[in-house]
């Protein structure tokens, strides 16, 4: 079992800045896969960055730029910088790990960014 804790979401102004933190409970050097997901309302979830063990990254277009996703593996825990807030960034951002072939979310956090 691995367990994720997302923090750091909360209400912003556009153009402003959050960083979200996601500890988990297993030490995630041996985790192929970390990510962050979004989900607005209404919407399907989706994908907004990913970052593998080896540390290769990657992001949807809309977030290429401004957000940054990073590890740090000594902390178990996974950080998603985000700058330029937009409105339509709005969602819950839910944490993600691909651990042993098994899929592990977090209980998600909120993003809401006002015009």
């Known amino acids: 079992q691995v367990q994720l804790v997302e923090s750091g979401g909360g209400l912003v102004q556009a153009g402003g800045s959050l960083t979200l933190s996601c500890a988990v409970s297993?030490?995630?050097?041996?985790?192929?896969?970390m990510g962050w997901y979004r989900q607005a309302p209404g919407n399907q979830r989706e994908l907004v960055a990913v970052?593998?063990?080896?540390?290769?990254?990657n992001y949807v277009d809309p977030v290429k730029g401004r957000f940054t996703i990073s590890r740090e593996n000594a902390k178990n825990t996974v950080y998603l910088q985000m700058n330029s807030l937009k409105p339509e960034d709005t969602a819950v951002y839910y944490c993600?790990?691909?651990?042993?072939?098994?899929?592990?979310w977090g209980q998600g956090t909120q993003v809401t960014v006002s015009s």
């Open positions: 993600y790990a691909l651990y042993r072939g098994y899929d592990y």
């Open positions: 297993r030490s995630i050097e041996s985790t192929a896969v």
């Open positions: 970052i593998t063990n080896g540390g290769r990254v």
